[in-house]
């Protein structure tokens, strides 16, 4: 999703408002996108990256060269800061991966100033998503359990309408907006599509792996006609929406 997360993150720290701060938070930093998008502008004062995964936290650190983002391992649910310790916290598409997303809420609140902005966005996988939908309707016509994989990839926590809104209310955040911003996910080829259904991260990947030589390679055929769609193979772009919130700390 790197790709994908460099390109939504621009629209989703405007929406935000995050034009000057001393201390940003990005929850589920990832490989580090929203971090680094964050430090592109001059008046961002320091920039903390946190994730559970140290793969992640490893490749992040390695790709920095600015010296006012730090990465670090460590819980969503359970953040390792001091009440208030920073002006704004995000999250860029990583909420719906939690089982507990409403606490991990909860943590991005209670770290953040009074006054300051608490943002998330997450992917509107069942009325959104394009190309999650090609390769999940495709699949759950032909092997067992796809059905279930679906309905799991589309039903993720804060994935639905007012989900996140509701989330954001919940916690306490005061003057919640929640929209949507839309990007497009360019591919060159089909090789390029799939070349990340059988990688390492995400729920396609995850399903894949799972799947025999015969089943992969049925899949893996039926998805092609799907994306080439009659026409021949080439570059195709689909949309994506995500839904963004953001909400400001009481007091």
Same mark, same amino acid.
């Given at each position: ?68 983002? @730090? ?10 800061? $001091? ?15 939690? $089982? ?69 209310? @919940? ?29 390492? @991260?995400? $729920? ?28 021949? @193979? ?18």
């Amino acid at each position: 999703m790197g790709r994908w997360s460099r390109r939504l993150a621009p629209l989703f720290i405007d929406f935000a408002g995050i034009a000057r701060a001393e201390r940003v938070l990005d929850v589920g930093c990832g490989t580090g996108s929203l971090s680094f998008c964050l430090a592109r502008n001059a008046e961002i004062g320091s920039v903390r990256g946190l994730d559970f995964s140290s793969v992640y936290i490893d490749y992040a650190k390695r790709m920095n060269h600015d010296a006012r983002i @730090d990465f670090q391992v460590g819980d969503a649910c359970a953040l390792p800061f $001091p009440d208030a310790s920073f002006d704004h916290a995000l999250s860029l598409l990583v909420l719906q991966f939690i $089982p507990e997303a409403d606490r991990a809420v909860r943590e991005m609140r209670r770290v953040t100033r009074p006054g300051g902005t608490v943002a998330a966005a997450t992917w509107d996988t069942r009325g959104g998503f394009v190309s999650y939908r090609l390769f999940f309707d495709t699949a759950a016509m032909l092997t067992r359990g796809a059905n279930e994989r679906r309905a799991r990839a589309y039903t993720r926590p804060l994935s639905r309408p007012g989900e996140l809104a509701r989330s954001w209310s @919940d916690a306490g955040l005061r003057d919640v907006e929640q929209e949507m911003r839309t990007i497009r996910m360019d591919f060159q080829s089909f090789a390029d599509f799939w070349a990340p259904c059988e990688g390492k @991260d995400g $729920p396609i990947a995850d399903y894949v792996g799972t799947l025999d030589d015969d089943d992969k390679a049925k899949v893996r055929d039926a998805v092609e006609r799907a994306y080439v769609d009659g026409e021949p @193979d080439g570059p195709r772009s689909y949309a994506a929406t995500a839904w963004v919130v953001k909400g400001t700390v009481p007091g």
